[in-house]
């Protein structure tokens, strides 16, 4: 009986043992921030089943052949951490003590613990890749196997190496402004743990760089990329896809080729390539960006024309039509002055459509000049030729005053051909398309020559014809009409000059000139003459006249003689003499 009594005594203490223990507190991290001496410390608290803690106290020394010092006392029991500065940058080791134990006597001791500033082992990156899907970055890494590794940060490797973010993961998407398309792009990764200690950059990976040149004459399409960096490369395998299809290995070079060159057979499709770098060693790897091309097919012209060569002027105007949608590079026009032979003009970079040109070289008042072009398309090939363009050039006679005929050369290289002529009249050598031309005939798209018998009137210098030739109409191939005119010629005759006999000062008539038409007054003059051969007046100003005064005074009454010299405006000298009678 008594032996029972002691067991259930015995039971009954463990009992009580058992909810007086507390749990040691235990030391989890000691980080110094030294930029500014200040510690981070934190721990798991104790438990405390009796509430038997009135205080607990930090311990601390800044080498370990010192004592440890007292650092501070703390009531809040509830804290983890504590936050102070220390006085130096030292080494420093902490315990904590709480007191007092639920047997209102002991004190409880934390283990030990030194600051932290031992950074994480060094990460290395495995790989940078550009994402197939969205041509992005990918980088990815193996975890750190240091034991307090809190996360990673992703470097963008230039002059300054910027952070371009922190992650806890082992990969990362780069889905920022850098572009690999655009060109090599180099990363580095460091590994922080949770006092911020840093590692080592990694060795620096740049993504591969790929560009494609389509040669449309060879029918190639040429790669070109930059080699990967990071770890050595044992080659690289080449991968297209055409049109929506799907990717597949088409090649392979050793590590120190960076270039493969792709023939295909047909125009018209879409060929995208990748490379893919491969690690010696190992079955890491690592892509480039897509490189895409379009094999459109070489499409010739067809029916490129001169819409018309037309004289304006002292030059000639021209109009070209190239077919639009077509492979057309360039044309070269060809210019041939009279009956000479062709030779190359000018070459003109195009893809279609209308040019209008000028061609200021040229005589159009004693020449014609003839065009055509050809068109060009890639790999210098030659497409089609435009019809010959050739200017009109008109010739006027006079037979007799109010008798002129007229010749040209037939305007027929229209594309739709001519459908008529007109016979154009002006009085100016300066009159353009835009003019107020008198059409004075339409005549038939054969017709050569025409017989005019248009006169002069009494203030008209000169008689201008131009001939102008009219293009059929508009057809659904053909949706333009055009017109060609030829240089202007103008006739002028002999001058035709009058003398008046008398002048009456103070009457009606009461200056003295000649009139006349086909005058060049710039070149003429006149002189009077008293009855004893003095001249009393002389001009070259026929147009001004003789007042019958002589040194500002009128003269007497009398008979006075004149002689001129009359130049007409086709370049004829007259001579004139006469007697003028002076009545007042």
């Not at 499709?269 to 893919?276: E, I, N």
């Not at 497409?383 to 006079?398: E, G, N, P, R, Y």
């Not at 203030?459 to 659904?476: F, M, S, T, V, W």
């Not at 002189?527 to 009393?536: E, K, N, S, V």
Request: aromatic share 12%.
């Amino acid at each position: 009986m008594k032996f029972k009594h002691v067991i259930l005594l015995l039971i009954g203490l463990q009992v009580l043992d058992s909810f007086g223990i507390e749990t040691r507190p235990k030391m989890r991290r000691a980080c110094l921030n030294r930029s500014d001496s200040t510690l981070d410390l934190l721990w798991n608290r104790p438990t405390d089943n009796c509430g038997s803690f009135t205080h607990f106290n930090l311990y601390g020394r800044d080498n370990n052949l010192s004592l440890y010092e007292f650092l501070g006392t703390y009531t809040n029991f509830s804290t983890t951490n504590i936050s102070l500065k220390l006085r130096n940058l030292k080494t420093w080791e902490f315990y904590l003590v709480y007191h007092k134990a639920c047997n209102g006597t002991d004190s409880i001791y934390s283990d030990t613990i030194k600051i932290d500033n031992q950074a994480p082992f060094n990460s290395e990156l495995d790989s940078v890749s550009v994402d197939l899907s969205t041509q992005k970055t990918i980088l990815g890494w193996s975890n750190n196997l240091s034991p307090d590794v809190k996360g990673y940060y992703v470097y963008y490797i230039t002059g300054t190496n910027s952070i371009i973010t922190t992650t806890s993961n082992n990969s990362y998407l780069d889905a920022g402004t850098r572009d690999p398309r655009n060109g090599p792009i180099q990363y580095g990764i460091a590994a922080f743990d949770t006092c911020n200690n840093t590692s080592l950059i990694s060795v620096p990976h740049t993504t591969i760089h790929l560009q494609s040149v389509y040669n449309q004459c060879n029918k190639t399409i040429s790669l070109q990329w930059t080699p990967y960096i990071g770890w050595p490369v044992d080659g690289y395998d080449i991968f297209l896809r055409i049109n929506a299809g799907n990717y597949a290995k088409i090649g392979s070079v050793i590590a120190n080729i960076n270039q493969f060159t792709y023939n295909f057979n047909n125009f018209g499709s879409t060929y995208c390539f990748y490379v893919r770098a491969k690690k010696q060693a190992s079955t890491i790897s690592s892509s480039s960006n897509i490189s895409c091309q379009s094999t459109n097919g070489i499409i010739s012209t067809k029916g490129s024309y001169i819409a018309k060569a037309s004289v304006q002027l002292s030059e000639v105007e021209l109009s070209l039509v190239i077919p639009n949608g077509t492979s057309v590079q360039k044309i070269n026009i060809y210019k041939s002055e009279g009956n000479s032979p062709f030779a190359l003009w000018q070459s003109i970079n195009t893809t279609g459509g209308t040019i209008d040109l000028k061609d200021p070289a040229v005589n159009v008042q004693s020449r014609t000049y003839s065009y055509f072009f050809t068109t060009e398309g890639p790999c210098n090939l030659l497409f089609d030729s435009s019809q010959l363009a050739k200017t009109i050039l008109l010739d006027v006679v006079m037979v007799n005053p109010g008798d002129q005929l007229l010749n040209w050369n037939l305007y027929d290289r229209f594309i739709k051909l001519t459908e008529n002529q007109q016979v154009l009249l002006s009085n100016s050598p300066t009159f353009t398309k835009s003019s107020p031309w008198n059409i004075i005939s339409t005549i038939s798209n054969s017709t050569q020559s025409y017989q005019d018998n248009t006169t002069a009137g009494p203030n008209q210098e000169q008689i201008c014809y131009c001939i102008r030739a009219i293009e059929n109409n508009p057809d659904i191939t053909y949706t333009r009409k055009d017109t060609s005119y030829s240089n202007i010629q103008c006739i002028t005759s002999d001058p035709i000059v009058y003398f008046p006999n008398a002048i009456q000062l103070n009457g009606f008539n009461t200056v003295f000139y000649p009139k006349g038409v086909f005058i060049d007054y710039t070149k003429s003059n006149f002189f009077i003459y008293d009855r004893w051969g003095q001249i009393i007046y002389e001009t070259t100003d026929i147009q001004k006249g003789w007042d019958g005064s002589n040194n500002g005074e009128l003269v007497q009454s009398d008979v006075y003689a004149y002689k001129a010299t009359i130049t007409g405006l086709n370049g004829k000298v007259l001579y004139f003499d006469g007697t003028i009678t002076v009545l007042k």
